[in-house]
């Protein structure tokens, strides 16, 4: 379930099951709509090949460098999910970047 806007009024949609990799597109834009999500969202095609290799559920945190490697790889969560340590790995990101 996921509440939307709808000509200016909050509406709770139920978020199914998609059948085409542009159903997920169009579900993913949706969520990351109605979240306010500031950050780029990742489709994953319908085989689940990203979710089975990088063992995203329930939670995890992994950041892709610039090169497209895998910089920072978290436990599986709940407690495993540690944002603190990825707010650091990045602000030192930051700082290693800011002398370019």
């Not at 997920?24 to 979710?51: E, W």
Request: aromatic content about 8%; charged content about 30%; proline content about 4%.
């Amino acid at each position: 379930m996921l509440f939307v806007e709808s000509d200016g009024k909050k509406e709770l949609i139920r978020v199914t099951q998609t059948e085409t990799f542009q159903d997920r597109v169009a579900t993913a834009k949706t969520c990351s709509a109605s979240l306010h999500l500031s950050i780029p969202t990742l489709v994953d095609k319908a085989d689940n090949a990203v979710n089975s290799a990088y063992a995203g559920w329930p939670d995890r945190m992994a950041i892709v460098d610039l090169d497209g490697k895998i910089a920072y790889y978290g436990e599986k969560g709940p407690g495993g999910f540690k944002p603190k340590e990825v707010e650091k790995w990045l602000q030192e990101f930051r700082g290693d970047r800011s002398d370019d």
